[in-house]
């Protein structure tokens, strides 16, 4: 996520109020984070959301659900 994206505040929003714990990372401010997601090879758009090692590109709560089992 970055810091002034939208979609990237609304996704995390969208986990919180599901009581699901994410990990936000912050690609435009934290090199590491920076790293691993451009190893994960999916562009350059965010958010990226990976549940079971499988990365997700946008804002997308019905893939989410799915990948959840929800």
Excluded: R
């Excluded at 505040?9 to 590491?32: Q, T």
């Amino acid at each position: 996520m970055t810091e002034h994206c939208p979609w990237c505040h609304k996704a995390a929003d969208w986990f919180e109020e599901n009581n699901i714990s994410i990990e936000k990372k912050f690609v435009d401010s934290d090199s590491e984070a920076q790293k691993e997601f451009l190893s994960l090879n999916v562009g350059v758009g965010v958010p990226v959301v990976t549940i079971n090692d499988t990365p997700m590109v946008g804002y997308d709560p019905s893939s989410w659900k799915s990948a959840l089992g929800l």
